[in-house]
């Protein structure tokens, strides 16, 4: 069994800042990509950022040059900081992993979601 436990999601001005956080746990043997997805209200979910095992990343346009994703292999977690947030960036955010068990299998893994509400 593999979870997902995303974190840091909130209320925030616009301008401002939030680092979201996922962590994997489980019968994990190796976690190959992860990254962030969004999802606003009537939309489709999209990529915001990835990252994979040898720590290459690649963001949405959308959000280059304020958000930065990063990871942490020893603590099998994937962050999200985001900077100058804007309305448009409101949205549940849901974190993904590609991961290799235990028992050999590989497949997708999502977090359940947290939200991100940028406001005045």
């Known amino acids: 069994q593999v979870q997902l436990v995303e974190s840091g999601g909130g209320l925030v001005q616009p301008g401002g800042s939030l680092r979201l956080s996922c962590a994997a746990s489980g019968s994990i043997r190796m976690i190959y990509d992860m990254g962030w997805y969004r999802q606003a209200p009537g939309k489709q979910r999209e990529l915001v950022a990835g990252?994979?095992?040898?720590?290459?990343?690649n963001y949405a346009d959308s959000v280059k040059g304020r958000f930065t994703i990063s990871r942490d292999n020893s603590k099998n977690t994937v962050y999200l900081q985001m900077n100058s947030l804007k309305p448009e960036d409101t949205a549940v955010y849901y974190c993904?992993?590609?991961?290799?068990?235990?028992?050999?299998?590989?497949?997708?893994?999502w977090g359940q979601g947290t939200q991100v509400t940028v406001s005045s």
């Open positions: 990252i994979n095992s040898g720590s290459s990343a």
């Open positions: 993904h992993a590609e991961i290799r068990t235990i028992s050999w299998s590989r497949r997708d893994y």
